[in-house]
Each structure stands twice: as structure tokens, then as C-alpha cells.
């Protein structure tokens, strides 16, 4: 607007409505750029909110602990020879002076004393007789900046404790079992039962979904019962996880009871407790996933081009090839990266396994589909639940565990996904 | 040449099996609403046997209809079913302490009592009871769902009053005024934030949210377990689903009508909200419904963070136990089968799963009933 056209404006209206409107104009994109502002904020919510949680678990997972002592080390030297460099057999002697003989039987029964190694003596006076504890804890951020209170802290309450930095995911803790000392605890357990589900619940869905992707998209017609289905599917897609759990415990835990424990097979382990295993985990985790991997699948098909289905016709295949050969391959891609993607939902799902009869404390590795399971989710919900406060810093440990495991999941999706269409 | 269409067996064949995989999830439906349905009428017609600290004064021969039972104890009232040790009774007449019955009522013997045989009283959890009141507590056969639909309910509504105005400015943000770059930079962000398995945002609510919100409002007024702080962990959970859905809708609205909003001299907030949401608002009403059943059917936030135990409260600073976080904390112990706890599972899962159905069905409809199409 330049000065003459403002000028014939200002010409053609009174004085004050001339000023009033430029002034409610100059309101209006003021407001219009508040809200810019408000808008532009929210996004951040959700970032915030990410750094938040993640920030959260590393400050759990990391930081200072006061180590306890039943005993100390060096109160168990025998003639000035410190445990570390004692010969097994004294090892032996000092474990037997002080635990119950029923422990001890329990010890040689599993293994003689002659079949175990020093190394092996060794670590059991270290959990057994030392028994090292932890009385408190602090947070990373504690233990970064505030390292002055926590040593005045140290002084006034816990005189007996020394103070070490701890990280609670280590090596360790990856491969070792559960236990109920929490600085011996491991995710191991945990992490094979996950991988056994996932893989039953993939086994099972990953055809029936593709194979009712392909006739929804190749083959069905627009009838009753074809809609009936695709409704269906939608519907089942939004049916809270916790329901299919319910459906899992009556059908697969006790309706299918002998196949599921395995009994029909001649699998008959006591330990196996009443349909309550990996199988029906997996099966329950597979309905889960089916109606995502049947919308992922489908739209995958829908993007291939109809050109290619008709150069197919036309050479004579017959649908089933046209499909096998030239609409399956170029939607591959797509369906496998809607599959990782169901996977890592299947991962983190929690209730339904809760529900379906997750074992609350097993240390044995699962050992094929009949066997009880815990799974890493289950795993950070139980040590979460639980009253003492040292439990959440494993969990923190064990959920940096299943973050970097989805993530790890997803690159291989997006890895996947490059390198099959750049072969199409 | 024989030109007549061939018949192939094995197309037939792969059809029909493709077919099946399809009908599957039919069944998987069935499956849920036969499975769900059935346990729950077990639910509402198993008799619970209740001891009424009430025993009979005299032996109690089996031709005998009346006899007089203890003063202390519950009442009985006409039509109650009875018991003494197997042999159940239905009360026809009571004045005072003399009872009337019918002898071996639902089929069983009837057979002679010892003075001093404890009697018990039948309770069936009625739908009156389970849709009128507000107690749950199984231990003393107490089964008002409202404890339980009331928490979820408050846990949901936090949850959208959270998710709607954030989710739904993301999405104008991202479909109006961000640029390309930031998209790109901003949508993954929120793909990671909704991949994050729902037992994670429940240790973040248990370790932050809630130490937050009782350094903010005072330790004394927020419970170590509270509504507020799952509820809002839900909403944080449910602004990528709402602003995923409502960026979709807002998106396909055709730029022709932005430019005529700004031909006619509005301005950009104008536009987006008086042009732009209002045509595309059928979307995010779906998007709205659909973020509610996602939040009533949440379960692991609750589970951990809104603490564990029914309780009838508008308070969001109180612990309370939504239907979600009851199932799962009953069915964590070992279930035996052949108890109510174990059929009362099935009756808050048949509840959920029709409030998440119907809400769900409910979001197809508006999007087919009031989706302009340009």
C-alpha cells in the first residue's frame, strides 16, 4: 500500500474509523502472531516430554550407592591372607563357619566342591558371607552435583558403608538371570522368554496376515461379508490390548490347556504350570498383532501399481502367479516394515502377558514353547511395583535395555526397507 | 483349440485358504465377545455362600418346614436361598426367628441338621448392584463397578485435557505454519514418543510425574499413588495419536479455501481457525473419540501409577483403581478358575471392550457422516 492509495483510503473515510480500523487490524495479526507463538510452543510439549522421560531413566540408572557389608572382607582373613588370594579349600571352610549346613548341602548338591573352580567358591563367599547390600541411593544428578551432601550423608548414617559410583546396566546384568538381591540381578531370563514370544507371535501371524492382506486387497469383492471383515479388522485394531490378555487366559491358558502346557505332545514337566507358558504368550501376543500387520500389509499392496498386475494378465498368468510374482515382491518392503513395526508394539506389550499368567520370579532360561515365561516389560513392571526404592534403579536399567532393543528393531526396519527397493 | 475357461483346482484352493486368513479375525471377534460373555454371566449367577453367624436351636429332622434359628447375625428375608451344611432351603416366610422354608431347594437331599449347624445365606451378584453402586471390594462381596469405571473415567478425562489442546495445536502448527524441515524433524519426534511401550510412560509417572506434582502442590495433598499423575502420563502417551489424526484431516483440506480466507483479507490465525478446523472437523472429532478409547483402555500407567485398590473418589490427588489396573493386579497372583475374582474379570473386560467398541464405531460414523469431500 503506498502513500497516495493510503492517502485516497484515509480521503474516502472519517478520521476516527479511518483509525479505528488500523487499530483493530494491527490487534488482529498481533493476536495472529500470539497464537503463531502458542502453536509453535505446544510442539514443544512433546519434546520436553521425550527428553523428560528419557532423562528420568538415565538419572535412575546411573549414580552413587552406599555398598553395606554383612561382613567385611577383611575380618575373614585367615593368618593375614586375604580372601582374594585364599586357596579354595579355605574358601570352602569359610563359607561352611558361616552359613546354615542346609545351604551348604543345597551348594554341594547342585555341584560337589571338587567340580567347582576357585573363581566359582569364590563369588558364592562374596554373595553368601560379604553380602554386600545397598542402604541408599542417589540419582545421576545427585551424584554429579551434589557429591558434598551425599559424603556428609555418608558420615552421619552410614558409617559402616562405602560409598562406590554404580551403573546398573553393565555386561552383567544383561546375561545374568533374575534374582531377588537386586545387585545380582540380570535381565537374561527376561530377554530369551521375550525373543521366544515374539518369535511364536510372528511365526503365527505374520502368513495369516499377509494371506488375509492379499485377499482383501487381490481377491474380494465388494460384498456383504468382504465388508463385514474390513470393518471388522478396523474395530479389532482398537480393542484395548488388556482384552485380547483376557481372550488369551480363556482360550489359550484354559480351553487349550493341552496343547498349550504341551501335553499332547508327551511334554509333561512339572514345572510347566497349567497352560501358562511361552506358547500361549505368543499366540495371544500374535492375535494382538494380526489385525496391524493385515492394515500395514494392505496398504503396502495398494501402492503397488495396477500396470504391473496388467502387464501380468497379459503375458497369461493367472491371478495366484501375477500375485506370487510380481505383487507380493514389489510389496515386500512395505509389508516387512509394517511387520517390524507390529514387532515392536508386540515388544513392549505388558498387560496382556500380566493377564495371560506372566511368572512373577523364574531364573531358568525358558527352554522351548512349554516352559513359563517373564518377559522384559513384565520384568520393569514387577521391580517398579515393588516398595524399595533400589528396585527402580534396575528397572531404570532394564528399560534402557528395551529402548535400545525397540530401537534397534526399527533400524533394522528402515535398513530393510533400503535395501529391498533399491533391488525393485 | 479348446478356448472355454480352464478351471484350476489349486486357485481354487489358494483362494479359499486366503478366505480363511481373512475370516480369521471374525472369529477372533467372536472369539472375545463369546469367551467375554459367557465367563460374565457367570459372573452375575454364581452363588456365593455368606455365613450369617446364625445357627438352628433344635436338630432339624428332614420333614420339618419351620425352625428357629439364633438372634444374632443378618437378617433373612422372604426369598432368600439358605443353606444348611449341603442342603439348601428357600426362605418362604420369616417372623422373628422362625423360619419357613422349602426343604431341598435347587435339587439337593434334604437330610437331618444338628442343633448348632451353622446356617448361610446365598448372595448373586445382581446387575443392580454391579451397575448401582459405588463400593467394590470382592472380600466382602461388595461389586459396584463405579469404583472402577470412575477412576478410569477421571484418568481419561485428565488425559484428553491434556491431549486435545496440545495435540490438536501441534497439529495446526504442523499442517499451517511449519515448514518443511521442521516436519521432518518434529513428526519422528512424536513416532518415537508413541512407540515407547506403555510400561515405560508408567515408571515415568511413578518417578516423575508424581514427585512433580507433589513438590507443586504440596506432599500432603498428593498421594504417593494418584489419578492426576497416570492421567496425565496418558495424555502425554495420546497427543502423537491425536496430532497424527488431526494433521491427516486438517492436511486434506484443499488450499483453495485458505486462499480465499486470505484473498478476503484474514489473517493466518483466522484462517486456521475459522476456515481451516472447522472444515476439517469431523476429522478431529474422530481423532478426539478415538484418543478417549485409547486412554479408557490404557493399562500399565495405571496399573503402576494410580495406585492399587478401589476407591470412590472425584479426588485426582487420591489413589483410586480404574477397571484396567484391577484386572491386571487380580489376574497377577495365581487365579484359581472357580472363583468370583476370576469372573469379575471377564465382566470388566465385557464393559471395557463394549465402552472401547462403541466409542471406536462411533469415530467411523462421524468421519463417513461429516467428512466433506472437496
Known amino acids: 500500500m503506498n502513500a497516495t492509495q493510503d492517502e485516497e483510503i484515509r480521503l474516502s473515510m472519517s478520521e476516527d474509523d479511518y483509525f479505528a480500523d488500523t487499530k483493530k487490524l494491527s490487534k488482529r495479526h498481533a493476536l495472529s502472531k500470539i497464537w503463531h507463538v502458542i502453536f509453535a510452543a505446544s510442539t514443544l510439549v512433546g519434546i520436553v516430554a521425550l527428553t523428560a522421560l528419557l532423562l528420568n531413566v538415565f538419572n535412575n540408572a546411573f549414580g552413587y550407592i552406599a555398598l553395606e557389608n554383612s561382613i567385611q572382607p577383611e575380618e575373614l582373613a585367615i593368618d593375614g591372607v586375604s580372601i582374594e588370594e585364599m586357596s579354595k579349600e579355605n574358601l570352602v571352610t569359610i563359607l561352611g563357619d558361616h552359613v546354615s549346613k542346609g545351604l551348604m548341602r543345597r551348594f554341594e548338591s547342585g555341584m560337589t566342591w571338587e567340580e567347582r573352580s576357585r573363581e566359582n567358591v569364590y563369588n558364592l563367599v562374596l554373595e553368601r558371607v560379604v553380602d554386600p547390600k545397598s542402604v541408599a541411593q542417589w540419582t545421576l544428578y545427585e551424584s554429579l552435583f551434589k557429591v558434598n551432601e551425599i559424603q556428609q550423608e555418608m558420615t552421619e548414617k552410614y558409617t559402616e558403608a562405602n560409598l562406590i559410583f554404580k551403573s546398573w546396566i553393565t555386561p552383567s546384568f544383561i546375561t545374568l538371570p533374575q534374582s531377588s538381591n537386586p545387585l545380582n540381578a540380570g535381565v537374561r531370563t527376561a530377554i530369551l522368554g521375550s525373543l521366544w514370544i515374539i518369535f511364536i507371535s510372528i511365526v503365527f501371524s505374520f502368513p495369516i496376515g499377509v494371506g488375509a492382506a492379499v485377499y482383501l486387497q487381490e481377491y474380494a469383492k465388494d460384498s456383504f461379508v468382504n465388508r463385514i471383515i474390513q470393518t471388522n479388522i478396523n474395530n479389532l485394531a482398537g480393542v484395548p490390548s488388556i482384552i485380547y490378555g483376557i481372550l488369551g487366559l480363556a482360550l489359550f491358558v484354559r480351553a487349550l490347556n493341552l496343547i498349550t502346557s504341551g501335553a499332547v505332545f508327551g511334554y509333561t514337566d512339572p514345572m510347566t504350570a497349567n497352560g501358562r507358558t511361552i506358547l500361549s504368550a505368543g499366540l495371544t501376543l500374535g492375535l494382538l498383532i494380526l489385525p496391524l500387520i493385515i492394515i500395514n500389509a494392505q496398504e503396502a499392496i495398494k501402492a503397488v501399481p495396477n500396470s504391473l498386475r496388467q502387464a501380468s494378465y497379459g503375458m497369461g498368468a493367472t491371478r495366484w502367479q501375477t500375485i506370487w510374482n510380481h505383487v507380493l515382491p514389489s510389496a515386500l518392503p512395505g509389508i516387512l516394515t509394517g511387520t517390524i513395526l507390529a514387532i515392536s508394539r508386540a515388544i513392549g506389550e505388558t498387560a496382556p502377558l500380566v493377564v495371560v499368567g506372566a511368572s512373577t520370579f523364574i531364573t531358568f532360561d525358558p527352554d522351548g514353547p512349554f516352559s513359563k515365561f517373564t518377559t522384559l516389560p513384565i520384568q520393569i513392571y514387577q521391580w517398579t511395583a515393588r516398595p524399595q526404592d533400589v528396585f527402580r534403579n534396575i528397572a531404570a536399567g532394564a528399560i534402557i535395555v528395551l529402548l535400545i532393543l525397540l530401537l534397534s528393531m526399527n533400524a533394522i526396519a528402515v535398513l530393510l526397507r533400503n535395501k529391498y527397493s533399491r533391488r525393485l | 483349440m479348446d478356448l472355454k475357461k480352464k478351471r484350476r483346482i489349486g486357485e481354487s484352493i489358494i483362494q479359499g485358504f486366503l478366505f480363511l486368513a481373512a475370516a480369521l479375525s471374525i472369529l477372533v471377534t467372536i472369539g472375545i465377545v463369546y469367551e467375554l460373555g459367557t465367563e460374565a454371566m457367570l459372573f452375575f449367577t454364581r452363588k456365593q455362600w455368606e455365613n450369617t453367624n446364625k445357627v438352628i436351636t433344635q436338630s432339624l429332622e428332614p420333614g420339618f418346614t419351620e425352625f428357629i434359628v439364633s438372634e444374632s447375625g443378618a437378617t433373612i428375608n422372604e426369598g432368600d436361598l439358605v443353606r444348611l451344611r449341603s442342603e439348601e432351603m428357600l426362605v418362604v416366610n420369616v417372623q422373628d426367628e422362625r423360619l419357613k422354608v422349602v426343604r431341598g431347594a435347587e435339587d439337593t437331599e434334604p437330610v437331618f441338621h444338628n442343633e448348632g449347624t451353622t446356617l448361610e445365606k446365598a448372595t448373586q451378584v445382581t446387575f443392580l448392584e454391579f451397575f448401582g453402586k459405588t463400593e467394590w471390594n470382592p472380600q466382602i462381596g461388595k461389586f459396584g463397578i463405579w469404583a472402577l469405571v470412575n477412576a478410569t473415567l477421571m484418568t481419561s478425562l485428565i488425559a484428553i485435557t491434556v491431549a486435545l489442546p496440545v495435540g490438536l495445536s501441534v497439529a495446526i502448527y504442523l499442517s499451517e505454519y511449519a515448514s518443511h524441515r521442521f516436519r521432518s524433524i518434529l513428526k519422528p519426534i512424536l513416532e518415537v514418543l508413541a512407540g515407547i511401550p506403555t510400561v515405560v510412560y508408567g515408571y515415568f509417572a511413578l518417578t516423575f510425574m508424581t514427585p512433580l506434582l507433589r513438590y507443586i502442590f504440596g506432599v500432603d495433598v498428593v ?96 489413589a483410586a483403581e480404574t477397571m484396567t489396573g484391577h484386572i491386571v493386579r487380580i489376574s497377577g497372583g495365581d487365579l484359581s478358575y472357580n472363583s468370583l475374582d476370576y469372573n469379575s474379570i471377564f465382566a470388566i473386560g465385557l464393559l471395557l471392550f463394549f465402552m472401547t467398541l462403541i466409542l471406536n464405531i462411533f469415530s467411523h460414523w462421524i468421519v463417513k457422516r461429516f467428512r466433506k469431500v472437496y
Open chain 2, 223 to 318: 498421594e504417593i499413588y494418584n489419578t492426576a499423575s497416570a492421567g496425565i502420563v496418558i495424555g502425554i502417551l495420546i497427543i502423537p495419536l491425536v496430532s497424527s489424526m488431526s494433521e491427516d484431516a486438517l492436511s486434506a483440506v484443499p488450499n483453495g479455501l485458505r486462499e480465499a480466507s486470505y484473498g478476503l483479507g484474514a489473517t493466518k490465525l483466522e484462517t486456521s481457525l475459522r476456515v481451516v478446523v472447522p472444515s476439517a472437523i469431523s476429522g478431529i472429532a474422530a481423532a478426539f473419540i478415538v484418543a478417549i478409547s485409547r486412554a479408557i483402555g490404557e493399562t500399565m500407567i495405571v496399573a503402576i501409577a494410580s495406585g492399587a485398590g478401589p476407591n470412590f473418589t472425584f479426588n485426582p490427588f487420591k
